[in-house]
């Protein structure tokens, strides 16, 4: 059963620390998308790749975040310096294209004190 | 921009009887719906996708209907059970170009035994 992993499944850090997240999508999906969710905006896309090439990170505030594909099994997003207003659940999901729908991680849940 | 409503943040059913669960939408045409669940602590997971040119879209207990002229979708699960309890997210497809999902903020469905 081929799931969409995210490593860390919970962080805890203080403001001004860089944090990292990880997802390795589905083997075969040529469509990574990095989602994040509150309870007051719903599930907002922060930026997406189709055959590792970014094609939308307009979600994203450039000044600290940032997404990379630095290969077809992993996928990073990036929050240097981290803020408390970027507490959150991060969500990794793939598609393979065809199918229409995402397929998502279980989520890094970050708080930032 | 686009906005989606989705009929209000918690639904009680009774097990046994049809919860309905309404997706409106705004300022937007999409081609296609989505319907995802949502558990505590894990990311969503796709249960049916519409097309703007489907009147009703059936999965075992679950049924969607698609009105564009009314702007809204409407989710059924019928024969509800406990099992059912999660949050619902609607999800509108763009007809062409990006790959953007936009997502409603979703209703959380407790099913009483």
């Known amino acids: 059963d081929a799931r969409v992993t995210q490593t860390p499944r919970h962080k805890v850090t203080e403001m001004g620390q860089e944090v990292t997240m990880r997802c390795q999508p589905i083997?075969?999906?040529?469509?990574v998308f990095w989602y994040r969710q509150t309870m007051m905006q719903g599930l907002e896309l922060l930026a997406y790749?189709?055959?590792?090439?970014?094609?939308?990170d307009s979600g994203m505030p450039k000044d600290r975040f940032s997404a990379e594909m630095p290969d077809a099994t992993l996928a990073t997003l990036k929050i240097q310096p981290s803020e408390p207003r970027d507490s959150a659940v991060y969500f990794c999901?793939?598609?393979?294209?065809?199918?229409?729908?995402?397929?998502f991680g279980p989520g890094t849940r970050l708080t930032v004190t | 921009s686009q906005k989606i409503e989705q009929n209000s943040e918690a639904l009680n059913i009774q097990e046994g009887k049809t919860a309905t669960l309404t997706c409106n939408y705004t300022n937007y045409s999409p081609a296609y719906l989505q319907w995802y669940r949502q558990d505590p602590g894990r990311g969503p997971v796709f249960l049916l996708l519409?097309?703007?040119?489907?009147k009703e879209k059936r999965k075992e207990r679950l049924k969607v209907t698609f009105d564009t002229t009314l702007k809204q979708s409407l989710f059924h699960i019928t024969a509800s059970q406990p099992a059912d309890s999660a949050t619902y997210l609607c999800a509108l497809g763009p007809q062409t170009g990006a790959n953007n999902l936009f997502f409603g903020t979703g209703t959380r469905l407790t099913v009483i035994p």
């Open positions: 999901a793939s598609d393979p294209g065809t199918s229409g729908h995402r397929y």
């Open positions: 790749f189709r055959n590792r090439a970014p094609l939308d």
């Open positions: 519409i097309r703007e040119n489907e």
């Open positions: 083997l075969g999906h040529n469509t």
